[in-house]
């Protein structure tokens, strides 16, 4: 089974059948081994510190430059109170998610391998294939706003230097499609990695990409309030005036669903806990520790630069605070930080499209196990010296695929380029069944909670309050990107 998984690994003919001897051996011997864990899975080495890198990639992503403009919809009270409320929530409703990786004994029990596999193990009939086709359509529409927010990042890159050259008040156009392009061939290429336990070092580093740009655009925040001499903005956000009422209502639930796609990553929670290593500690502990520890992270930063963002710049604070030029100088700090900002989301994008490849995979494999193209391997001779020759084995069933996928979201991101409007209509979408009903209810499930005890009542008040929350966001981002579609022409330069 681990072997119809592998799409490029490298092998040493030497060395590595010996290997797979010894763990053959130890394995049929039924002794504890160095090679795979209890479920006959190649060995899991993560730990509470890469599960926190993981999804620190996930969530500290392109949703962290919209919390200015959120905060500046809802103000000082108000906004602050609704990041803080979101970030209680999600690590919540993670801590019951975190228990449903194992069905029964938290340390021995069945393993739920995907967010799917728990909500099969706990639920059943439509609700399974109701959140298969949410998670998967969040996971497809998280890949086409991360394609966007990639694309205007690199396309702020190269207007900050138009600005230093020809001036602020040089409209300096450019077409942001060939940057989508650009971005979808890099997809391409490392959407090959196999699985999570082969793209650690990916979040890593996407994780220290992520604290790069966001301290330079905190930094940039701090300087333009001092600049100014003093915080900008008010109590309640925009005024009445700058903005219609019925703009102003549209505007704060679009906000909402910008800060519900800054906490968005328990879709993907299962898949990261599944890469930790085995108990003593339980999984379900070393994630709960990890959810503390990157909830914690994320939310400081948010705070710091969301406020800073609504501090520099007030009512007119921009929709994405590294590209909507609030700032112009220097030029070189900006390009800095937005080309951080392009190589976390290359990170980002294969942390969360990753449940989605292996899903398709593992339908295709049941569907036609026989077929060659679908299970089978090629060897692909690598261009190294004859004395340190090795090859790479392709499937090409997921190297197809995974390539018509990322043309696919390329190709629709390109037609819808609204970075707020997707943001907060993704946040919406995702909110409330993922991150909130689907843990509630396997949670009530797996620990058995009576009906209408206090803990089974405030539970399903919890799922109620973000059921509401969430269709008022999703009702917002709908009303913006209807706008924006009024004045929005395909592949024209802005």
Not at 10 to 38: H, I, N, R, S, W
Request: proline content about 5%.
């Amino acid at each position: 089974m681990a072997e119809n998984n592998v799409v490029a690994t490298y092998y040493y003919p030497t060395a590595a059948p010996a290997a797979m001897e010894v763990c053959g051996a130890e394995l049929g011997q039924g002794k504890p081994d160095k090679c795979f864990d209890d479920d006959g899975r190649p060995k899991r080495n993560g730990t509470m510190w890469t599960a926190s890198a993981h999804i620190i990639t996930a969530v500290i992503g392109s949703g962290v430059l919209s919390l200015g403009w959120a905060i500046a919809q809802l103000g000082w009270v108000a906004g602050p109170v609704v990041m803080l409320l979101f970030s209680l929530v999600t690590y919540y409703t993670s801590s019951l998610l975190a228990d449903c990786y194992r069905s029964g004994d938290p340390s021995t029990g069945k393993r739920n391998y995907t967010y799917m596999d728990a909500v099969n193990a706990n639920l059943s009939g439509i609700k399974v294939q109701i959140c298969g086709f949410l998670q998967y359509a969040n996971i497809v529409g998280v890949a086409i706003g991360y394609t966007i927010a990639a694309s205007i990042s690199m396309l702020a890159i190269r207007r900050a230097n138009c600005f230093h050259q020809k001036g602020h008040g040089n409209p300096c156009k450019i077409s942001s499609t060939p940057y989508m392009i650009i971005f979808g061939v890099a997809e391409i290429f490392f959407s090959q990695i196999p699985d999570f336990d082969q793209i650690s070092w990916l979040s890593i580093l996407a994780a220290v990409m992520s604290f790069t740009y966001s301290s330079i655009g905190l930094g940039l925040g701090v300087v333009q309030v001092i600049a100014n001499r003093g915080v900008q903005g008010s109590l309640t956000g925009i005024t009445i005036g700058v903005v219609t009422p019925m703009d102003k209502v549209w505007r704060s639930l679009q906000a909402f669903g910008d800060v519900a796609f800054a906490y968005s990553y328990s879709l993907i929670l299962i898949e990261i806990q599944d890469t930790i290593r085995a108990p003593p500690p339980s999984e379900s502990t070393v994630m709960k520790r990890a959810t503390v520890v990157s909830v914690a992270v994320t939310t400081l930063f948010y705070m710091l630069c969301g406020c800073m963002g609504y501090a520099a710049f007030g009512d007119g604070a921009p929709g994405n605070l590294l590209t909507g030029f609030g700032f112009y100088e220097p030029f070189w700090l900006l390009d800095v930080a937005n080309a951080a900002i392009v190589v976390h989301l290359v990170g980002a994008y294969q942390v969360y499209c990753q449940p989605l490849f292996a899903f398709v995979e593992k339908w295709a494999a049941q569907r036609w196990p026989d077929s060659a193209y679908i299970t089978g391997e090629v060897e692909v001779p690598l261009p190294l010296p004859a004395s340190r020759r090795r090859c790479c084995k392709v499937n090409l069933f997921r190297a197809t695929w995974r390539t018509a996928f990322v043309v696919a979201t390329t190709v629709v991101s390109m037609l819808l380029p609204f970075f707020n409007d997707v943001v907060g209509f993704l946040g919406a979408l995702g909110f409330w069944p993922l991150t909130v009903y689907f843990p509630v209810e396997m949670y009530v499930v797996q620990k058995k909670v009576p009906r209408w005890s206090s803990r089974w009542v405030c539970l399903q008040m919890l799922s109620l309050g973000c059921l509401v929350i969430s269709i008022a966001a999703a009702a917002g981002s709908i009303a913006g990107i209807a706008s924006d579609l009024k004045v929005y022409r395909p592949f024209k330069s802005y």
